[in-house]
Nanobody, 123 residues
Framework: VQLQASGGGLVQAGDSLRLSCAAS????????MGWFRQTPGKERDFVIG????????YSTDSVKGRFTISKDNAKNTVYLQMDSLKPDDTAVYYC?????????????????WGQGTQVTVSS
């Protein structure tokens, strides 16, 4: 699976941003997707994930009510809608795919990764 993330940028606190992750190489409906983020010197942290069909999502507490993930199997794309952004959301965001460990929050369980896109939220 090849993943291509896009949509990052510089925004102000309270703004919204939508990230996209386009997949190719394997039947998209057979894989679960997740978004992780990473800041310098820290491990890659789980943000939000979605199951194969796109019917179930799961997220870390810090983004609940603000971030939404969706999966369009017809377009082979997963989206991360980020609302009410905070400076603490500043990070490089990565999309990732797993064939087996759906709902995992451990980055080691994900087999495929996008290249990362920078999100910077100014106060």
């Amino acid at each position: 699976v090849q993943l291509q993330a896009s949509g990052g940028g510089l925004v102000q606190a309270g703004d919204s941003l939508r990230l996209s992750c386009a997949a190719s190489g394997r039947t998209f409906s057979s894989i679960c997707m997740g978004w992780f983020r990473q800041t310098p010197g820290k491990e890659r942290d789980f943000v939000i994930g979605i199951n194969r069909s796109g019917s179930i999502t799961y997220s870390t507490d810090s983004v609940k009510g603000r971030f939404t993930i969706s999966k369009d199997n017809a377009k082979n794309t997963v989206y991360l809608q980020m609302d009410s952004l905070k400076p603490d959301d500043t990070a490089v965001y990565y999309c990732a795919a797993t064939q087996i460990f759906c709902a995992s929050r451990n980055y080691k369980d994900y087999d495929y990764w996008g290249q990362g896109t920078q999100v910077t939220v100014s106060s």
